[in-house]
């Protein structure tokens, strides 16, 4: 399909194999909402190391089913964003409200919605029925106890984030540090990480170090939520008689190794949570002490449901997303140097910069289209 620039439709496709290859999509028409659907146009988006990551992981962990493109080899790259209803067929739905969700890069996405409630819909569309729940929910901002209209960019760029921080302290927390006194952080510039740490900082009796690279070792110590830091160079200096948990944000399988190899029996829990840089998944290889746990939000998510109910979860999430959120906006802190761009062309040079790892950590990007 070729039509001309600022077409009504446009999207973009990722190859599955090549991430920074893509490919972009128009059409001279928008889709209408046939009986039973909507139509929501996608006006703004957040681009991070997250969305490589997933993709990276997409069919071992079905990223690329949620929205299907049909095309041998090429995918529908998921990200956050806020959309507009500007067809609908269905009761409760009107055209000009606003919804949070999961969306592929496109400016229109068509859905099937199910369980309308005045907090929002789930997309009902049959290919996404054996998917996570979670991602198939549509939030009505106007009823979003957490939404602000002044701080869209910063929910698109750090909510989705977010929840895995503070799931993932919640996880290590619950399960008292699997006995750990110290958390060493792979990755500890990424905004995952640092979510982590911030929640987890005032935690009494464990310390937070942050393993870094040499370049990003400034940005790491001024945030101020990690304890001390390491080079991954220096990571032998590390003391090796301290209980410590191995929280994994580089899956990166040469470090992996050196930090089981140097911590020895000290290391009492290894839990992966990800990598930008990294497209495999975890190696089944013979490691010294603890093998690897991969981490995945929805899972503590569904626990805490189960025990606290899902509005006092909610509750929990909005008041410390929002004490995080003022935090990073602060710009006294240094936490956050928002990148505002706009277009499809923009996000194609964005998600190659990300896959190559050209990027600050400082730096958050969204794409307005």
Same mark, same amino acid.
């Not at 067929?89 to 606003?98: A, L, N, Q, S």
């Not at 750990?180 to 990424?190: M, P």
């Not at 839990?271 to 998944?281: H, P, V």
């Given at each position: 399909?070729?039509?001309?620039?600022?077409?009504?439709?446009?999207?973009?496709? +990722?190859?599955?194999?090549?991430? $920074?290859?893509?490919?972009?999509?128009?059409?001279?028409?928008?889709? %209408?909402?046939?009986?039973?659907?909507?139509?929501?146009?996608?006006? /703004?988006?957040?681009?991070?190391? $997250?969305?490589?990551?997933?993709?990276?992981?997409?069919?071992?962990?079905?990223?690329?089913?949620?929205?299907?493109?049909? %095309?041998?080899?090429?995918?529908?790259?998921?990200?956050?964003?806020?959309?507009?209803?500007?067809? &609908?067929?269905?009761?409760?739905?009107?055209?000009?409200?606003?919804?949070?969700?999961?969306?592929?890069?496109?400016?229109?996405?068509?859905?099937?919605?199910?369980?309308?409630?005045?907090?929002?819909?789930?997309?009902?569309?049959?290919? /996404?029925?054996?998917?996570? &729940?979670?991602?198939?929910?549509?939030?009505?901002?106007? %009823?979003?106890?957490?939404?602000?209209?002044?701080?869209?960019?910063?929910?698109?760029?750090? #909510?989705?984030?977010?929840?895995?921080?503070?799931?993932?302290?919640?996880?290590? &927390?619950?399960?008292?540090?699997?006995?750990?006194?110290?958390?060493?952080?792979?990755?500890?510039? &990424?905004? +995952?990480?640092?979510?982590?740490?911030?929640?987890?900082?005032?935690?009494?009796?464990?310390?937070?170090?942050?393993?870094?690279?040499?370049?990003? /070792?400034?940005?790491?110590?001024?945030?101020? *939520?990690?304890?001390?830091?390491? !080079?991954?160079?220096?990571?032998?200096?590390?003391?090796?008689?301290?209980?410590?948990?191995?929280?994994?944000?580089?899956?990166?399988?040469?470090?992996?190794?050196?930090?089981?190899?140097?911590?020895?029996?000290?290391?009492?829990?290894? *839990?992966?949570?990800?990598?930008?840089?990294? +497209?495999?998944?975890?190696?089944?290889?013979?490691?010294?002490?603890?093998?690897?746990?991969?981490?995945?939000?929805?899972?503590?998510?569904?626990?805490?449901?189960?025990?606290?109910?899902?509005?006092?979860?909610?509750?929990?999430?909005?008041?410390?997303? #929002?004490?995080?959120?003022?935090?990073?906006?602060?710009?006294?802190?240094?936490?956050?140097?928002?990148?505002?761009?706009?277009?499809? !062309?923009?996000?194609?040079?964005?998600?190659?910069?990300?896959?190559?790892?050209?990027?600050?950590?400082?730096?958050?990007?969204?794409?307005?289209?």
């Amino acid at each position: 399909m070729n039509a001309p620039k600022n077409a009504p439709y446009e999207r973009l496709f +990722t190859h599955k194999h090549a991430l $920074n290859e893509s490919r972009l999509e128009s059409a001279d028409a928008a889709p %209408q909402a046939a009986p039973g659907e909507v139509v929501l146009r996608l006006d /703004r988006f957040a681009l991070t190391t $997250n969305n490589i990551t997933y993709a990276a992981f997409g069919d071992a962990m079905q990223y690329w089913s949620f929205f299907p493109t049909g %095309q041998e080899g090429w995918g529908h790259m998921p990200v956050w964003g806020f959309a507009n209803v500007v067809s &609908s067929t269905v009761e409760g739905i009107d055209v000009g409200e606003r919804f949070y969700g999961y969306f592929p890069i496109a400016t229109h996405l068509r859905m099937q919605p199910e369980r309308v409630t005045p907090r929002g819909f789930y997309d009902g569309a049959a290919h /996404r029925q054996a998917l996570v &729940s979670a991602y198939n929910q549509y939030t009505r901002v106007a %009823q979003d106890a957490a939404y602000d209209a002044a701080l869209e960019n910063y929910q698109i760029l750090y #909510r989705p984030l977010f929840i895995t921080s503070f799931m993932l302290a919640d996880f290590l &927390s619950d399960n008292a540090f699997f006995g750990a006194r110290r958390l060493v952080f792979s990755s500890a510039s &990424s905004k +995952t990480a640092y979510g982590t740490a911030f929640c987890l900082q005032d935690t009494p009796g464990l310390t937070l170090t942050a393993l870094t690279s040499a370049s990003n /070792r400034a940005f790491v110590d001024g945030l101020g *939520c990690y304890h001390d830091s390491v !080079t991954y160079d220096a990571l032998d200096t590390l003391a090796t008689d301290v209980p410590t948990l191995y929280v994994d944000f580089s899956g990166d399988p040469a470090l992996r190794r050196r930090v089981h190899e140097h911590l020895g029996d000290a290391l009492v829990y290894d *839990c992966f949570a990800g990598s930008a840089q990294n +497209t495999d998944f975890i190696q089944s290889e013979a490691l010294p002490g603890p093998a690897p746990q991969f981490y995945f939000a929805p899972v503590q998510i569904r626990k805490r449901n189960a025990d606290w109910g899902p509005a006092v979860v909610t509750e929990k999430f909005n008041a410390a997303q #929002r004490r995080f959120i003022d935090h990073v906006r602060e710009p006294a802190h240094g936490w956050l140097t928002l990148i505002e761009e706009q277009g499809m !062309t923009a996000a194609q040079a964005r998600i190659a910069a990300l896959h190559a790892g050209h990027t600050h950590p400082r730096e958050g990007y969204v794409i307005r289209l």
